[in-house]
């Protein structure tokens, strides 16, 4: 005998076995119990999530002689006939293929004839959006009143193609992705039945890959176990046979990438390349790592709810501070435009390549997120004490320290009051610029800010063209506010544009720190 495919071979046979479905399994069974049952119905949603499963189980359950609870019995000559495909009771149509006038015109004609056994006869049709105008039009008052022992099953991966004329005949029900731990049962079912051993690891491996479709999410266990036959199924060995990537690669890929270190990045490539692994698998797995880490940024502490192992959860934890949440959005919008480009591509390693040139050097690129990746780096390396200086051509570079000799710093000792409110305005800075956001947020990057008297706070530009764009009353009302709003503090916001970089060793300190840099020249504010 042929070998059968697993998703055939362990197709549900009841709405018992239906996973991840629970209120649409729920709602026909009633229907089938208080013959409440209705003349059409409309199954939308992605591919593998049971929809013609759970439309020829509600065929059999509507003809059964003798239901159980709703479902089929599955004994009877009714649903033995069904399930062997010998019943004229039960046409399923592929509207893929059969899409023209005819074939509806075919259908109209041959639901005038009433079934010789059984209660309905059921037709199911697959990927009904594939059907042309005509079509539709032909099917609209046959849809509507149809013969009572008639029941039409509609079902499409894409109800936004079909006519709201449509629409309005059918009962809508939207089936769901599944979520991973049911995909993950469902595949350890499967193994412990077949004999197959496998790890955990493994197995929820599969299953993410299917992305919520059972049949996706079962073909590839499939795939994995002819590939190893008659071994044990471990995570290496699915990605072998898979063609994917261990998510240390990643780890090592993102740290370096926002490192800007550009050249161990293309070592990752090269490895994964020798290896013989799949560059667009590569991509999209590592945009869903990145996606993963920008959930873990945005979760504020309740990661339990994302679909992740704790191991992975852990990397991700470690790894989320080494960038901003605008660092994140610019690499997955990177590697997502890579994704449709590889589509198409003949050397897809270029490409990548390229892509990932990209993430280490944000200066190749003028938009927002990249700037503000431009600037992370250049404070980051101030606060290690690294010096820059502006060179003709309007690049940064780093003064070397035999060139340049330590400039004197100036430290200027505030009263109590006037240095709480400055600590408190520069300890959540770079937050008041991101929630402030739009063109505010690059324009206030390189400013200074000198506190003065009377609870006001000067910002210093160098450049008029940000001088301009917050010298506004709005814009310093919209500060004042926030900082009201946030801080609980009253203070006033003034903007002056400076000719030089008088203010750039300044340092402020309160009366108490003052004795620690009593070495210094010390100016007192009063």
Request: charged share 30%.
């Amino acid at each position: 005998m042929s070998y059968t495919a697993l998703y055939r071979k362990w197709r549900p046979t009841t709405f018992e076995d239906v996973k991840g479905q629970d209120p649409i399994v729920t709602t026909l069974k009633n229907q089938i119990e208080t013959g409440r049952i209705g003349h059409a119905y409309l199954f939308c949603g992605t591919r593998g999530t049971g929809k013609t499963t759970v439309a020829k189980i509600f065929a059999r359950a509507v003809n059964c002689e003798h239901p159980e609870n709703g479902s089929p019995c599955g004994k009877c000559a009714s649903c033995q006939a069904i399930a062997r495909e010998a019943s004229m009771n039960v046409s399923e149509i592929d509207a893929a293929s059969n899409n023209g006038v005819d074939n509806i015109r075919d259908l109209r004609e041959e639901i005038k004839y009433s079934p010789t056994e059984g209660k309905y006869r059921v037709y199911i049709i697959d990927e009904v959006h594939m059907l042309s105008g005509s079509a539709f039009n032909a099917l609209l008052k046959t849809l509507e009143e149809p013969p009572s022992y008639v029941i039409f099953i509609l079902a499409t991966t894409e109800p936004n193609k079909i006519p709201i004329t449509v629409l309005s005949r059918c009962q809508r029900y939207d089936f769901r992705r599944a979520p991973l731990e049911t995909i993950y049962d469902r595949l350890r079912e499967m193994t412990d039945a077949e004999g197959v051993p496998a790890e955990e690891k493994a197995l929820k491996f599969i299953a993410r890959k299917g992305d919520g479709s059972f049949r996706d999410a079962i073909s590839l266990l499939d795939q994995c176990i002819a590939f190893h036959a008659g071994k044990e199924l471990t995570f290496d060995r699915v990605l072998d046979s898979l063609g994917a990537v261990n998510t240390e690669m990643f780890s090592h890929l993102f740290r370096n990438a926002v490192a800007g270190e550009a050249l161990a990045c293309l070592k990752v490539v090269e490895e994964i390349t020798e290896r013989g692994r799949d560059l667009s698998q590569f991509a999209s797995d590592f945009v869903w790592y990145l996606r993963n880490m920008m959930l873990v940024k945005a979760a504020d502490g309740e990661e339990d709810s994302l679909e992740m192992s704790a191991e992975d959860l852990k990397t991700l934890k470690e790894e989320e501070p080494l960038a901003e949440m605008d660092t994140l959005m610019r690499y997955i919008r990177l590697f997502s435009d890579l994704l449709n480009q590889m589509r198409y591509a003949v050397n897809k390693r270029v490409l990548l390549e390229m892509a990932i040139i990209r993430l280490c050097r944000p200066e190749m690129e003028k938009d927002l997120e990249s700037v503000l990746q431009r600037l992370d780096r250049v404070e980051a390396k101030i606060e290690k004490g690294v010096v820059f200086r502006q060179e003709a051509g309007g690049a940064l570079a780093k003064d070397a320290e035999e060139e340049a000799g330590p400039k004197e710093e100036r430290v200027v000792e505030l009263e109590p009051a006037v240095y709480a409110d400055y600590q408190a305005i520069m300890s959540n800075w770079r937050k008041m610029l991101r929630d402030l956001g739009g063109t505010m947020q690059p324009a206030l990057a390189s400013c200074q800010v000198e506190p003065m008297e009377n609870s006001t706070m000067r910002l210093c530009f160098t450049e008029k063209g940000k001088y301009f764009i917050v010298n506004r009353p709005e814009k310093l009302q919209e500060m004042e506010k926030y900082v009201a709003e946030h801080f609980g503090k009253s203070i006033h916001f003034e903007t002056a544009l400076m000719h030089g970089g008088e203010q750039e060793k300044t340092t402020y300190v309160s009366r108490e720190e003052a004795a620690e840099k009593i070495l210094m020249p010390i100016e007192t504010e009063e």
